[in-house]
């Protein structure tokens, strides 16, 4: 691997935005799950298919797992975005583009963890709806919509990528 420029960069508004309003998310998530813990029935969904039907089912301890997993990523993903000169890049960084690409695949991430705990956040509340007998399954809507949260952030960025000249 090439020797990479490391960078210091500056957020702007709207990155500093998406970081309060993830670490908002996951403090919303983990105040609904451990809310609404208490009501929720010994067994409860654990997982859905591609229909978004509940096809396994576990003890309530496991809607914890939904939260934890959401917080796991989205700190991971904080961490790692503090070196974007790790990262893989579809050029090689220099010192001219590197506060380009950089600045880019960082946007790319924090979009990403904002997403990853919105989905997180939404199969919770859907889980916990379930479980209360409030609604049946996910949604037909809900596979489309996550990929969606996912892929069409992951191709813009990607091009806006491509799009930065070397």
């Known amino acids: 691997m090439e020797k990479r420029p490391r960078l210091k960069l500056e957020r702007s508004t709207a990155d500093k935005l998406f970081e309060?309003?993830?670490?908002l998310l996951i403090s919303v998530v983990w105040g609904?799950?451990?809310?609404n813990y208490p009501n929720l029935p010994e067994t409860i969904p654990t997982h859905y298919?591609?229909?978004g039907q509940a096809d396994g089912f576990g003890g309530k301890a496991s809607i914890l797992t939904l939260p934890l997993i959401a917080s796991i990523l989205f700190v991971g993903l904080t961490v790692?975005?503090?070196?974007?000169?790790?990262?893989?890049?579809?050029t090689i960084i220099t010192q001219e583009n590197a506060f380009r690409?950089?600045?880019?695949?960082?946007?790319?991430?924090r979009y990403l963890k904002f997403s990853i705990v919105f989905i997180f956040g939404l199969i919770t509340l859907k889980t916990i709806n379930n479980a209360n007998g409030?609604?049946?399954?996910l949604g037909v809507w809900f596979l489309p919509?996550?990929?969606?949260?996912?892929?069409?952030?992951?191709?813009y960025f990607?091009?806006?990528s491509f799009q930065t000249k070397q």
């Open 20 to 23: 309060i309003a993830g670490w």
């Open 32 to 35: 609904f799950t451990l809310t």
């Open 49 to 51: 298919n591609g229909a």
């Open 80 to 90: 790692l975005n503090r070196f974007p000169h790790v990262f893989n890049y579809p």
């Open 101 to 109: 690409h950089y600045t880019n695949s960082t946007r790319m991430i």
């Open 134 to 137: 409030k609604e049946n399954g």
């Open 145 to 155: 919509l996550s990929m969606a949260l996912i892929f069409i952030p992951i191709i």
């Open 158 to 160: 990607m091009i806006k």
